[in-house]
């Protein structure tokens, strides 16, 4: 019997370009949604999985870069919210 190969370039197509969108609203999705399209693109060496490719690994880049900004501001919001409080205990 002969194998059945499975295209997976439409698949990775549609991770890159939903890892790119989630990346503004959940970088974390996003990330996630990048590397499983950036793996499922390496699986096949047609033209739109060279463009997949690059779409995850925008994907990929801005949502890691996102994700520590996101990080970085909720530190920073965290410790003025814990600084401003009064000592305790109240007296």
């Known amino acids: 019997m002969a194998e059945k ?3 997976f ?5 549609v991770f890159g370009i ?3 969108v989630f990346a503004f609203f959940t970088p974390l999705a996003g990330l996630i ?3 499983i399209g950036f793996v499922q693109s390496k699986k096949q ?3 739109l999985s060279k463009k997949a490719k690059k779409l995850n690994t925008i994907g990929i880049i801005l949502s890691a870069i996102l994700f520590i900004i996101t990080i970085a501001v909720t530190l920073y919001f965290t ?4 600084n ?8």
Request: charge should be positive; hydrophobic fraction near 35%.
């Open 5 to 7: 190969k499975e295209d």
């Open 9 to 13: 370039s439409k698949i990775s197509y």
């Open 18 to 20: 939903m890892s790119i």
């Open 33 to 35: 949604l990048g590397i």
């Open 45 to 47: 060496k047609t033209n």
């Open 79 to 82: 410790i003025k919210g814990v």
């Open 84 to 91: 401003s409080f009064p000592s305790f205990p109240l007296k």
